[in-house]
C-alpha cells in the first residue's frame, strides 16, 4: 500500500488548505493514516494521525488548526490546515500506520511523495 498526498500550494499566513491523502491499494491492514512534514535542512516531524478506530491525534504545534476528515467511499483521508503560518511551510508526507508510536517513522510504511506547503508572510 502507498499513499500519495496532493493539494498543498502557496498561501498567505493566516489561509487555509486542504491537503489529500489518496491510497494506492488496500489499507485494511494497516491501522490508520499519518500525516509528517519536513521543513527544508530538518527533520520529518510528525503531524497528526487518524486512526481506522476513529480516534485523531495532533502535534501541539497544529492542535486547534489543523483537522482530519475521511471520505471511505474514495479511501481518502482530508487535512484540512486552517490559520496557517510560515513555519508550517513543509513538505506533507501520508503515509499508513501499522503499530508502535505515532511520533515514530518507523511505524509507518508505505511512504509516497509528499506535497509542497509554502506560507508566505
Known amino acids: 500500500v502507498q499513499l500519495q498526498a496532493s493539494g498543498g500550494g502557496v498561501v498567505q499566513a493566516g489561509g487555509s488548505l486542504r491537503l489529500s491523502c489518496a491510497a494506492s491499494?488496500?489499507?485494511?491492514?494497516?491501522?490508520?493514516m499519518g500525516w509528517f512534514r519536513q521543513a527544508p535542512g530538518k527533520e520529518r516531524e510528525f503531524v497528526g494521525i487518524?486512526?481506522?478506530?476513529?480516534?485523531?491525534s495532533y502535534a501541539d504545534s497544529v492542535k486547534g488548526r489543523f483537522t482530519f476528515s475521511r471520505d471511505n467511499a474514495k479511501n481518502t483521508v482530508f487535512l484540512q490546515m486552517n490559520s496557517l503560518k510560515p513555519e508550517d511551510t513543509a513538505v506533507y508526507y501520508c503515509?499508513?500506520?501499522?503499530?508502535?508510536?505515532?511520533?515514530?517513522?518507523?511505524?509507518?510504511?508505505?511512504w509516497g511523495q509528499g506535497t509542497l506547503v509554502t506560507v508566505s508572510s
Open positions: 491499494g488496500r489499507t485494511s491492514s494497516s491501522n490508520g
Open positions: 503515509a499508513p500506520y501499522y503499530s508502535g508510536s505515532f511520533y515514530n517513522t518507523d511505524s509507518y510504511r508505505g
Open positions: 487518524r486512526r481506522n478506530i476513529g480516534t485523531t
